[in-house]
């Protein structure tokens, strides 16, 4: 690729107009990287901190490039949230830059024209477009002998450290071993560690160039507090979020905990909302919001993260710890970047150890997984989508995909999808996938711990943290700001209590029987009409939480018996929830395992709401033989005719249906399809407990 004049002047000028100072000055090393990447002297990784001014070098080149009549640069990027922020700064200084996206379908046509058409400056996608066959036949075959500069942003997700985060990156990997040697290559990261520097020259070229800064942040001032309780840590929000001056962004590792952290912040009269991947809509509405203050926090998994750029954020809390230091450092990074004082603190809670090992599990199939998946596709010239899968293997739909997931990126690959259906290859899968499979698993082990042991620190927090990225911790100065206390109000835990006591949980009815096959013995197939389908119900809790869950769990398997306060509990649900029309009787669905269990605790709240107790359903299935299927299709299939019900005691009129459990609802949609269908009027399932929990690794 030819050379290209460096044009100091242009720069600057693009410096100024795109951070809106108009005497902004070049950070060390900016003005290097931009000429080195615009000048063509070979590929280059930036390492520098958060907030350093990555998304400058990029932008700054790109536009010096297309000035020159050079061609669009591709960036691959993440995160939506990231790329929604990119987008923004770039058109501040001129680059036309857009994206292609699962958020932005209707756009897609007219997206891909003005690509044609040679009018956009930067292409932002995330590493899955490459896996998409759409998008390489539309976009990247129309510029792929065009495109002036790849931009990798996040490098370190091609590192191992980020295969369990975004898994395409390996498509990445293997696309870069293509490019022509002179393509301008330009690769950005803040959390990389020698270890990561070293796998990145490995995969970007032994040539590749390296720009990377001190990591100290001034302005963080940072602290840990051991509260092992939910109740004392949504306290300790309560008490000290509106103390602290400015807007944050509190970080929690699931789902459940973000919708959770942020409704009881909202009962306490804060401005708060919840994010995280598994939204729809509203993401964009809702950075948009933190960015122009209107909340003083965003509760979110890690979908609020790398790239999330708003310079004055004036804190970063963690309801739990992360599983790596590094991960620590990048997210709490977020926090003081344009701010003399900023805090980050790490709240650490007795279940984090229980989620972060769920992420190490299952970062990678097991070798029975494995051969289960390739053994079903093996049985089919036609291939198998992954509701046949379900159907074929017990496995659950989060481990099919992952399963196929991973194969799929190997090189080469023992399995490829055409159209919907996955299919074997003529490729076996190399010992090298199960040797990279336990090397990251013992390394994850081990930041793990690292991460515990930066959580048991009293001081000396940010000097721990560039040590885990092998920084140099010289220029660390002491921190600006006094710690926040690490006591809670006594009443506070009080009211953190009973919140966590009334967070039931809404149970949506199923819509469809499970699929392919449905249920043969029964003669169910297709959607579930809504004439048999159960109403929306409700569970007092989630299984082994703080609130119920603990108690619930206790009552099943210690106590073998259900308290009278569970009874108390639901009372207070149902006179909140107040179904209409009211129930007129109560029901239950028995356990082979604990016959008596579920119907006694039933009858005592039935009498407790004066109405009839009937036992009317029977279940010849074994809970165990069910409880070893992994997922719900199988599960389904153990149920099929394993259910029956005597016409002659089923009343007329609405009936509570109670389970202490409930986490496919296949029994609840079974049960409710034999009460309505002998003469029951609206099912409400009620059950003590809700199983499992939703994490969010990606968005």
Same mark, same amino acid.
């Given at each position: 690729?030819?050379?290209?004049?460096?044009?100091?002047?242009?720069?600057?000028?693009?410096?100024?107009?795109?951070?809106?100072?108009?005497?902004?000055?070049?950070?060390?090393?900016?003005?290097?990287?931009?000429?080195?990447?615009?000048?063509?002297?070979?590929?280059?990784?930036?390492?520098?901190?958060?907030?350093?001014?990555?998304?400058?070098?990029?932008?700054?080149?790109?536009?010096?490039?297309?000035?020159?009549?050079?061609?669009?640069? +591709?960036?691959?990027?993440?995160?939506?949230?990231?790329?929604?922020?990119?987008?923004?700064?770039?058109?501040?200084?001129?680059?036309?830059?857009?994206?292609?996206?699962?958020?932005?379908?209707?756009?897609?046509?007219?997206?891909?024209?003005?690509?044609?058409?040679?009018?956009?400056?930067i292409i932002?996608?995330?590493?899955?477009?490459?896996?998409?066959?759409?998008?390489?036949?539309?976009?990247?075959?129309?510029?792929?002998?065009?495109?002036?500069?790849?931009?990798?942003?996040?490098?370190?997700?091609?590192?191992?450290?980020?295969?369990?985060?975004?898994p395409h990156y390996r498509l990445l990997e293997q696309m870069i071993k293509t490019l022509p040697d002179g393509l301008r290559l330009l690769a950005t990261t803040a959390t990389a560690n020698n270890r990561v520097v070293e796998d990145l020259h490995t995969v970007l070229g032994p040539n590749l160039g390296l720009s990377r800064g001190e990591l100290s942040r001034p302005s963080l001032t940072l602290q840990t507090i051991k509260l092992g309780g939910q109740a004392e840590r949504l306290a300790w929000l309560a008490e000290y979020v509106p103390q602290i001056e400015g807007n944050g962004i509190i970080y929690t590792l699931t789902v459940r905990d973000a919708e959770m952290v942020a409704r009881w912040l909202k009962s306490r009269g804060i401005e708060?909302?919840?994010?995280?991947?598994?939204?729809?809509e509203g993401r964009a509405e809702l950075e948009q919001a933190l960015l122009d203050n209107q909340l003083k926090t965003l509760v979110s998994t890690t979908a609020l993260g790398m790239g999330f750029d708003k310079p004055d954020l004036a804190f970063v809390i963690h309801y739990q710890a992360p599983g790596s230091a590094v991960a620590y450092y990048q997210q709490v990074g977020r926090a003081g970047r344009a701010l003399e004082s900023a805090r980050g603190v790490l709240l650490s809670g007795s279940e984090e150890t229980d989620i972060t090992n769920y992420f190490i599990d299952s970062a990678f199939p097991t070798r029975a997984e494995v051969?289960?998946?390739?053994?079903?596709?093996?049985?089919?010239?036609?291939?198998?989508?992954?509701?046949?899968?379900?159907?074929?293997?017990?496995?659950?739909?989060g481990r099919i995909v992952k399963t196929t997931e991973l194969l799929s990126l190997e090189s080469p690959a023992p399995i490829y999808k055409e159209r919907t259906k996955w299919k074997l290859s003529t490729d076996d899968l190399s010992e090298g996938f199960w040797e990279r499979a336990a090397r990251l698993t013992?390394?994850?082990?081990?930041?793990?711990?690292?991460?515990?042991?930066?959580?048991?620190?009293?001081?000396?927090?940010?000097?721990?943290?560039?040590?885990?990225?092998?920084?140099?911790?010289?220029?660390?100065?002491?921190?600006?700001?006094?710690?926040?206390?690490?006591?809670?109000?006594?009443?506070?835990?009080?009211?953190?209590?009973?919140? +966590?006591q009334r967070s039931n949980i809404v149970i949506e009815p199923r819509r469809r029987w499970p699929q392919p096959g449905g249920l043969p013995k029964y003669h169910l197939n297709g959607n579930i009409r809504p004439d048999v389908r159960p109403?929306?119900?409700?569970?007092?809790?989630?299984?082994?939480?703080?609130?119920w869950g603990a108690r619930v769990r206790n009552g099943k398997y210690q106590e073998?018996?259900?308290?009278?306060?569970?009874?108390?509990?639901?009372?207070?649900?149902?006179?909140?929830?107040?179904?209409?029309?009211?129930?007129?009787?109560?029901?239950?669905?028995?356990?082979?395992?604990?016959?008596?269990?579920?119907?006694?605790?039933?009858k005592r709240l039935a009498k407790e709401l004066d109405l009839p107790y009937v036992s009317t359903l029977a279940c010849s299935?074994?809970?165990?033989?069910?409880?070893?299927?992994?997922?719900?299709?199988?599960?389904?299939?153990?149920?099929?005719?394993?259910?029956?019900?005597?016409?002659?005691?089923?009343?007329?009129?609405?009936?509570?249906?109670?389970?202490?459990?409930?986490?496919?609802?296949?029994?609840?949609?079974?049960?409710?399809? +034999?009460?309505?269908?002998?003469?029951?009027?609206p099912v409400y399932p009620l059950a003590l407990a809700y199983m499992g929990w939703r994490t969010d690794q990606s968005n």
């Open positions: 690729m030819d050379s290209l004049k460096y044009n100091d002047l242009r720069a600057i000028e693009l410096l100024r107009i795109g951070s809106g100072y108009p005497n902004a000055s070049f950070r060390d090393g900016q003005n290097e990287a931009i000429r080195h990447v615009v000048e063509g002297y070979g590929r280059l990784l930036v390492v520098q901190k958060t907030g350093w001014g990555k998304s400058f070098v990029y932008f700054i080149a790109t536009k010096l490039l297309r000035e020159a009549r050079h061609g669009p640069a +591709l960036l691959i990027s993440p995160l939506l949230a990231l790329m929604r922020n990119q987008i923004v700064a770039a058109e501040r200084m001129g680059v036309t830059a857009v994206t292609i996206n699962s958020d932005n379908r209707e756009d897609w046509e007219a997206v891909e024209g003005a690509i044609e058409r040679d009018e956009v400056d932002l996608i995330s590493p899955e477009r490459l896996g998409n066959q759409q998008f390489r036949e539309n976009v990247l075959k129309t510029i792929d002998d065009r495109v002036s500069l790849l931009v990798v942003d996040e490098a370190h997700c091609i590192s191992d450290w980020g295969h369990d985060f975004r708060v909302e919840s994010y995280s991947g598994d939204m729809t051969e289960s998946v390739l053994m079903a596709l093996s049985s089919s010239d036609e291939g198998l989508s992954v509701p046949q899968l379900l159907g074929s293997v017990n496995l659950s739909m013992d390394l994850r082990r081990v930041e793990q711990q690292q991460m515990q042991d930066y959580v048991s620190l009293t001081s000396h927090h940010m000097e721990f943290l560039i040590e885990a990225l092998d920084g140099d911790v010289t220029a660390v100065r002491s921190p600006n700001l006094d710690p926040l206390p690490a006591g809670v109000d006594s009443n506070l835990v009080l009211e953190a209590v009973r919140f +966590l109403e929306i119900g409700r569970a007092l809790s989630i299984w082994g939480d703080s609130g073998r018996f259900f308290a009278e306060d569970l009874i108390h509990a639901c009372m207070s649900m149902l006179e909140e929830w107040d179904p209409q029309p009211a129930p007129g009787w109560v029901t239950s669905i028995a356990s082979d395992r604990y016959p008596d269990l579920v119907p006694s605790f039933a299935q074994s809970s165990g033989e069910r409880s070893a299927m992994a997922n719900s299709v199988q599960r389904a299939r153990t149920l099929d005719e394993s259910m029956s019900i005597e016409p002659s005691s089923v009343l007329e009129g609405p009936v509570l249906l109670v389970d202490d459990l409930v986490d496919t609802r296949w029994t609840m949609s079974i049960a409710s399809w +034999l009460l309505r269908s002998n003469g029951s009027g």
